[in-house]
C-alpha cells in the first residue's frame, strides 16, 4: 500500500514561535535574557561570574539565543559584547502574548 505524504505549510509566525520557544526552552537562557534586559550590553566573562557555569556552556547558551535571534552580539576583540536583539525581542513578547490568548 502506498502512503502519500501530505507536505505542511507553515506561517512566519508559526516558526517563529517555535524558534523562540526552543531557545527559550532552557532555565539558563531565561536567566541570560533577564540579566540582559537589566544590562544594555555583556560580555561572556559576566555572565560567567554571575552564572555557576563553565565559560563553555555558557558561550554555548549565548550561541542558541543568538541564533534564534533573540540577543545579538558585537566583536570587540578578543571578546563579543552581547544585548538583546530589540526587535525581535519585541516581536517574541508579541507573539508569545498573542499565541497564549
Same mark, same amino acid.
Given at each position: ?11 512566519k509566525e508559526t516558526t517563529d514561535i517555535a524558534r523562540f520557544a ?35 556552556? =555558557? ?37 508569545? =502574548?498573542?499565541?497564549?490568548?
Amino acid at each position: 500500500m502506498k502512503r502519500s505524504i501530505e507536505i505542511i505549510n507553515y506561517t512566519k509566525e508559526t516558526t517563529d514561535i517555535a524558534r523562540f520557544a526552543k531557545a527559550l526552552g532552557h532555565p539558563t537562557r531565561i536567566t541570560i535574557l533577564m540579566y540582559l534586559e537589566n544590562q544594555s550590553c555583556c560580555f561572556t566573562g559576566d555572565l560567567v561570574d554571575i552564572l555557576p557555569l563553565a565559560q563553555s556552556t =555558557v558561550s554555548q547558551h549565548l550561541k542558541e539565543l543568538k541564533d534564534a535571534g533573540l540577543i545579538q552580539g558585537e566583536l570587540k576583540p578578543p571578546k563579543i559584547k552581547y544585548c538583546i536583539h530589540q526587535e525581535n525581542w519585541n516581536k517574541a513578547k508579541e507573539l508569545f =502574548v498573542n499565541f497564549l490568548k
